[in-house]
């Protein structure tokens, strides 16, 4: 005759497994809402940039249209400046609108950067990427200007591209 819920039983086995099951299962759902705060783009109030952007930023931003996002690769630096604190951000400016969406960038090394400066400073610092769903986009891709939310060093300003996510010009 088997015994059942003993040590040597298989019900304390399939406790482990359920419990196991569960943790799992709630830890994948976490990770999943969590990439969804982060993917989203965020409001950005443009009164918190302290400045102007200097003469001589150099900018370079490709915008791609995929299935159902876009994405933005590119790099910008100050001429001169070695990179000593990044926190740069993509922000779309609605141009009809007026909203501003700072987007979830990650700073990457951009080697073409370095080679832009030409003058030996190491500028692969300053690469980024960028993305964003169409479905979070309220107007079309046209309307929206591509800026630079530059926070390196100690530069804090909003730079205005002229260059709309459709590819086009403003």
């Known amino acids: 005759m088997a015994r059942q819920g003993t040590a040597e039983g298989p019900a304390p ?15 994948l759902g976490f990770a999943l809402l ?9 409001p ?3 009164a918190g940039s302290t400045g102007p952007a200097p003469a001589g930023l150099v900018w370079a931003c490709t915008p791609r249209a995929e299935a159902d996002y876009y994405t933005l690769d590119g790099y910008a630096f100050l001429p001169g400046e070695r990179f000593e604190a990044v926190e740069n951000y993509v922000v779309l400016y609605d141009t009809t609108g007026g909203d501003h969406l700072r987007l979830s960038t990650a700073m990457v090394r951009r080697d073409e950067a370095t080679a832009a400066g030409g003058d030996g400073i190491n500028y ?7 993305f964003v769903r169409a479905a979070a986009l309220q107007a079309p891709p046209e309307r929206y ?11 804090d300003f909003l730079y205005h591209s002229g260059q709309t996510l459709a590819g086009g010009a403003v």
Request: with cysteine.
């Open 34 to 42: 969590l990439r969804a705060d982060i993917q989203r783009p965020r």
């Open 145 to 155: 200007e591509i800026c630079l939310l530059y926070r390196s060093n100690t530069h």
């Open 13 to 27: 086995l399939r406790a482990w497994l359920v419990t196991g099951l569960a943790l799992l299962g709630a830890i």
């Open 124 to 130: 692969s610092f300053g690469g980024f990427t960028a």
């Open 44 to 46: 950005y109030a443009p």
